[in-house]
């Protein structure tokens, strides 16, 4: 994972284990990894709308943000109670 969140272990006994203790890994980290960043992406509108792509654009840029700052806010270790 070119994230850098697991960590894999071959044989029998391996797997996939955490690089970095669940403390220091946010829940922004794993959704990033998982669907790509968290941007603003606001549907086109026609042409007669003029101006409202970059207000629509504004608004979604605006929640993008607080979704990351939202995630970034919640470590894995407090999602599992450890």
Known sequence: MTAGLL??????GGG???????????LLEVVEAVDGPIR???PLAQAAWAGFDSRL???CGG???????RLAAV??????GR
């Open 7 to 12: 960590r894999s272990a071959p044989g029998p």
């Open 16 to 26: 996939y284990r955490l690089a970095r203790p669940a403390a220091r890994v946010t």
């Open 40 to 42: 603003r992406e606001a």
């Open 57 to 59: 654009g504004a608004v």
């Open 63 to 69: 929640v993008a943000g607080l979704v990351r700052r």
């Open 75 to 80: 470590r894995l270790s407090g999602l599992f």
